[in-house]
C-alpha cells in the first residue's frame, strides 16, 4: 500500500517534525508532560517509578526521531546493510546508556534535579533487559553499540521473550529460580502492530512437475503462527545514527482466540490455541554453552529467522534489483549456529517462491551468510533429530538433504573414494535417530566463519572443523578476536576513571578511537597520576563494598584484595578450583601464628554468576561456596585475612558495579575450553589484573598489555589431551593440597560432605575431566605471586595502568571494523554531527 504523503502536503509535515529536545529545560518540559499525559499522574503523586518513566519516555522519543532520519538515510543511500541474528540480545540498562550516548547525561542530571529527583536513584529504578545467558549474547549487545557508533547501516533480529534469564535467588545456600517477567513496563520498545509475518509449522510437501517439467515442492497444512515486530532502537555514541533491534513476538494466527471452536463450546481448547502459539516467544532457555535438543527451541529458531528473512527480502523486493545482487546489498551474520535455518530458508524462498535455479539460489546464499563458531564443547554443538525435524519442517528437511547431497558429491570429487570422510563431514549424522548437525550446514551455506579469539580460531581448524580446511581452504575460516564497549564499560560503568582518562588524553576520543588509551602510558610513573588512579579504584571498592553489605549482610574491607570471578557457573570455568584455593587459604590462615598473619594481605574472594536449572554440578558449586562463606566470615581467627562472598543474580547491571571494583579478576578456565571470554577484557579495562590460564582471549591480552602485567599459571590447551588420558588410562594421584583441601569438606566442615560428593567425587574417581588437580598447585603457587605483588602498591598502580593504556585492541569497534572489511564488505555511512537533528537531508 502506498502510504506516502503526496508532494503538496509535506511542507506540513516537514514543519511539524518532531525536534528533539537538547536544553535542560525543553528536557524538564518533556518530562513533566510524560507524567501528566502518558502517565496521568501529577507533581503530587510522581515516585522515583514514574519519574524514571518520564525521562526514560523523553529520551525514547529523541531516539526514535533520529531512528527514523537514520533509516530514512540508510533508505535512500541504498547501500549494503548488515543484519545480525542472534537468539541472544543481553542488553542490561538502557536510560542510562542513552543519556550518555546521546551525550545529555548532564543535562537530565541537572533538570532531573530540578525536578526534585537524583538520577542514580532514577537510573536504578530500570529492570535489566536480560535476553540472553552470558558472553555470547552481551556480545551481541556490545556489538550493536558498535555498528550504530561507527555508523553502519545494521540491525539486529532476535526474539522478544516474556521471561528473559531468570533472577537467582539464594535460599540456604543454594540457587532458586524465579520468573523474570521484565515487560510490565518497558518504554524503549515500539510495537509494530503493522509488521506481522505469518509464520508456517508441521504439514507436508507436494511435488510436481509443472507445464514446462519444473520440479515444483509445496509446503502445505499444518499450522500457521504470527510474528509481531517489536523495534528498540540502538543509539550510536556521539553519533546522530540510531539503529534497529527488531525482535519478534508470537501470537496465535486466529486473532484473539478462535472463535469457531468459543461458539461451539469449546472455549478451554480455543484460549489453549492462542497460549501454545504464545509460548514460542514466552522464554529463553537458560542453558550456556548447552543444546538439548528440546522440540520448542527449534521452534523458536524457525519463527525467528523465518519472520527475519520474510523481512529482509521484503525490503529487498523493493529496491526491484535483480535477486543476483542480494549478496551486494545484504550480509547476515549467524551468531552461533543458533539462526543456521536462515540459510535453508532463504534457499527455500529462492527456488519454492521466486522461481531460482538451485544453483543460482545457492550461490546467492552462501554469498550472503557469514558464521561465527563460539565453543568447540561438544555437548554446546547444536545437532537435531532427523524425525524431529521432518514433523516441524518437512520441507527444510528435503531441502538440507538437497545440500547436503550436492555438497557430499563435491567432497567425493576432491577426495574420491575417501568414506570416512564423507561419513565424518556429512550434515547427516547417521546415527539412531539421524541427526542433522547445525555447524557443518552453517559452514556449507556461508562464505566466512570465523572463531572469536586466535587460540579459538586455531582450534577450530585443527579440531572439530578440521576436514572443512581441507575441503574449502584455510581462507574461508579466520578470526575476530572479541571485543567490548568502551561506552558501556567504561565511560558509563566507571564514570571518574574516564573522566580522569578524558582529562589526560583531550577528551572522551578515546571512548571512539581506543587505541588513544596508549597515552595514558606516560603517566604510569607520575605520582600525582597514581595517586588519583588509586583514590578512584577504591572509591569503587567502597562503592562495592557498600553493595555486598546491603545484599548479604557481611562487611568487607575495602583496603583488603579484591578477587572477583563473575560469570555463568560451568565445570570448564572452574569456580570449583577457585573454591578449592580459598579453602587452601583458609587453612593455610588457621595455621598461621599471630605474626605470620599480620604479613598476609586481606583478600574478599567474591563469586557471582548462575547456573543452569538442571545443571546440578554447577548448582553444586553455588552451594560449596555459599557454606564456605558461612563458615569463614564468621570465623574469629580469620577476621578481616578472608571473606567468602557469594553476590546472587548476576547480571548486567550489577557487573556495572562490580567489574570497576576489582584488584584481581579470576579467568581459569581449562585451557582450550573458553572460546574468548570478554569479562577478562572489562576487567583490565577498569584497572584490575587477571589471574589466568593461557585460554580464549587472556592470551591476546598478554600479549598486547605484557607477560609482567598478567598472573598466569596452570596446564596449556595442547597438553589437555594427553592428560586427560593419563588420568583414564594411567596413574591418577591428586595433588596433596587439594587431598586436604577434601578432607576439610569431608570432615563436614561446610555442612553434610554428602552434598558435595559429586563435586569431589568428579575430580578424585571419574578421570578429573577439567584437569582441577593438574592445575591445583600452579594456582596456589600463582596466588601468593598475586599476594606478593599487591603488597607492593606502587608497581601495582603501574601495572594496572600500563595495561589500561594497552587496551585499545579489545574495542568491540576494532572487531565490527574487522567483521566489516573481511566478512561483510560492507561500508559505514557517514553522517554529519547534527545533520540529523531537525535540519533537512
Ligand atoms: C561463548 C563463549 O563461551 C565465550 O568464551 C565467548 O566469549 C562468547 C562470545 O564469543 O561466546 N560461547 C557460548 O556458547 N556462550 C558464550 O558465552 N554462551
Redesign the pocket.
Known amino acids: 500500500v502506498e502510504a506516502s504523503i503526496p508532494e503538496p502536503q509535506r511542507d506540513a509535515w516537514k514543519k511539524f517534525q518532531a525536534k528533539p529536545f537538547v536544553s535542560k529545560d525543553d528536557f524538564e518540559k518533556e518530562v513533566v508532560r510524560h507524567v501528566e499525559t502518558t502517565l496521568a499522574r501529577s507533581m503530587f503523586n510522581c515516585d522515583e517509578t514514574a519519574a524514571y518513566a518520564a525521562a526514560s519516555l523523553a529520551f525514547r522519543d529523541r531516539l526514535i526521531t533520529e531512528w527514523n532520519r537514520t533509516q530514512q538515510r540508510q533508505t535512500f543511500a541504498d547501500t549494503k546493510r548488515v543484519y545480525y541474528l542472534s537468539l541472544e540480545f543481553l542488553m542490561g540498562r538502557a536510560l542510562d546508556n542513552a543519556m550518555l550516548n546521546v551525550g545529555l547525561k548532564n543535562v537530565a542530571k541537572e533538570g532531573l534535579s530540578e525536578l526534585g529527583f537524583r538520577i542514580e536513584d532514577i537510573i536504578n529504578q530500570e529492570h535489566d533487559a536480560a535476553l540472553g545467558?552470558?558472553?555470547?549474547g552481551r556480545?551481541a549487545a556490545c556489538f550493536l553499540d558498535s555498528m550504530a557508533s561507527l555508523n553502519f547501516p545494521a540491525w539486529g533480529y532476535g526474539l522478544r521473550y516474556k521471561y528473559g534469564i531468570f533472577k537467582q535467588e539464594i535460599v540456604d545456600g543454594y540457587q532458586v529460580e524465579v520468573p523474570d517477567y521484565w515487560l510490565d513496563f518497558n518504554p524503549w520498545e515500539f510495537p509494530r502492530h503493522d509488521i506481522v509475518v505469518d509464520v508456517q509449522f508441521y504439514g507436508g510437501v507436494r511435488k510436481y512437475q509443472d507445464e514446462v517439467g519444473k520440479n515444483v515442492a509445496v509446503w502445505e497444512g499444518g499450522e500457521i503462527v504470527k510474528a509481531t515486530a517489536y523495534d528498540v532502537p540502538i543509539p550510536g555514541f556521539d553519533t546522530p545514527t540510531t539503529n534497529n533491534m527488531r525482535l519478534w513476538s508470537s501470537k496465535a494466527a486466529s486473532g484473539e482466540f478462535d472463535f469457531q471452536k468459543f461458539n461451539s463450546g469449546d472455549y478451554e481448547s480455543s484460549v489453549a490455541d492462542q497460549q501454545r502459539a504464545e509460548t514460542i516467544s514466552a522464554v529463553l532457555y537458560p542453558n550456556?554453552?548447552l543444546d538439548r535438543g528440546k522440540e520448542l527451541r527449534l521452534k523458536q529458531q524457525y519463527f525467528w529467522v523465518a519472520a527475519s528473512l520474510y523481512d529482509i527480502v521484503r525490503r529487498f523486493k523493493k529496491s526491484k534489483r535483480a535477486w543476483s545482487e542480494f549478496p551486494d546489498q545484504i550480509a547476515i551474520q549467524l551468531n552461533?549456529t543458533h539462526p543456521t535455518l536462515a540459510i535453508v530458508e532463504l534457499q527455500r524462498i529462492l527456488i519454492d517462491m521466486e522461481g531460482l535455479d538451485w544453483d543460482e539460489a545457492w550461490t546467492i546464499v552462501t554469498n550472503t551468510f557469514g558464521y561465527t563458531n563460539?565453543?568447540v564443547l561438544p555437548e554446546?554443538l547444536e545437532k537435531w533429530s532427523v524425525p524431529l525435524f521432518q514433523n516441524l519442517l518437512p520441507r527444510h528437511l528435503q531441502i538440507i538433504y538437497d545440500i547436503n547431497m550436492f555438497f557430499l558429491q563435491s567432497v567425493e570429487r576432491k577426495f574420491p573414494g575417501d568414506r570416512d570422510m564423507l561419513a565424518r563431514v556429512s550434515i547427516i549424522e547417521e546415527s539412531q535417530p539421524k541427526m542433522v548437525r547445525m555447524a557443518f550446514l552453517a559452514i556449507v551455506g556461508s562464505h566466512k566463519v570465523n572463531g572469536?579469539a586466535e587460540l579459538h580460531s586455531d582450534l577450530i581448524k585443527t579440531t572439530i572443523f578440521k576436514d572443512f580446511v581441507k575441503i574449502f581452504g584455510p581462507d574461508k575460516f579466520t578470526n575476530v578476536t572479541?571485543g567490548i564497549t568502551p561506552r558501556r564499560w567504561l565511560h558509563q560503568a566507571n564514570p571518574r576513571l574516564s573522566e580522569l582518562i578524558a582529562s589526560k588524553t583531550g577528551g572522551l576520543g578515546f571512548l571512539k578511537d581506543l587505541n588513544v588509551l596508549n597515552e595514558l602510558e606516560k603517566f604510569a610513573d607520575d605520582k600525582a597520576f597514581k595517586k588519583e588512579w588509586a583514590e578512584i579504584k577504591y572509591a569503587n571498592k567502597v562503592r562495592l563494598a557498600k553493595y555486598i553489605k546491603s545484599t548479604t549482610g557481611v562487611t568487607v574491607n575495602p583496603a583488603a584484595l579484591f578477587d572477583i570471578q563473575v560469570k555463568r557457573i560451568h565445570e570448564y570455568k572452574r569456580q570449583q578450583l577457585n573454591i578449592f584455593g580459598v579453602i587452601h587459604r583458609y587453612l593455610t590462615i588457621k595455621a598461621m601464628t599471630p605474626e605470620q598473619r599480620k604479613k598476609l594481605a586481606p583478600r574478599v574472594s567474591i563469586f557471582g554468576g548462575k547456573a543452569a536449572p538442571g545443571y546440578w554440578m554447577a548448582k553444586t558449586i553455588i552451594h560449596l561456596i555459599n557454606n564456605v562463606g558461612a563458615v569463614v566470615n564468621k570465623d574469629p581467627d580469620v577476621g578481616d585475612l578472608l571473606k567468602v562472598i557469594f553476590l546472587e543474580d548476576y547480571n548486567v547491571s550489577k557487573a556495572e558495579i562490580i567489574t570497576p571494583a576489582s584488584d584481581v579478576s579470576e579467568h581459569i578456565s581449562t585451557a582450550g575450553t573458553?572460546?574468548?571470554?570478554?569479562s577478562n577484557m572489562k576487567f583490565v579495562l577498569n584497572g584490575g589484573l587477571i589471574i589466568g590460564t593461557c585460554d580464549?582471549a587472556n592470551i591476546e591480552i598478554t600479549r598486547e598489555i605484557g607477560e609482567n602485567n598478567i598472573f598466569l599459571f596452570g596446564n596449556l590447551a595442547e597438553d589437555v589431551e594427553d592428560l586427560r588420558h593419563t588420568h583414564n588410562y594411567g596413574s591418577h594421584t591428586l595433588d596433596p593440597d587439594l587431598v586436604k583441601v577434601f578432607d576439610l569438606i569431608k570432615s563436614n566442615a561446610f555442612g553434610d560432605a554428602g552434598a558435595f560428593g559429586a563435586l569431589t567425587g568428579s575430580i578424585e574417581d571419574h578421570g578429573d575431566y577439567y584437569l582441577v588437580s593438574d592445575d591445583f598447585h600452579s594456582y596456589i603457587q600463582t596466588q601468593t605471586l598475586v599476594d606478593e605483588a599487591y603488597k607492593n602498591q606502587e608497581e601495582w598502580i603501574t601495572k594496572t595502568i600500563l595495561s589500561v593504556a594497552r587496551m585499545g585492541f579489545f574495542s568491540s569497534d576494532r572487531c565490527i571494523n574487522e567483521y566489516a572489511e573481511m566478512i561483510w564488505n560492507v561500508e559505514p555511512l557517514p553522517v554529519e554531527k547534527g545533520s540529523g537533528l531537525g535540519k533537512e537531508e
Open positions: 545467558n552470558g558472553g555470547l556480545l550456556d554453552n552461533d563460539h565453543t554446546a572469536v572479541n573458553e572460546a574468548s571470554g570478554t580464549g
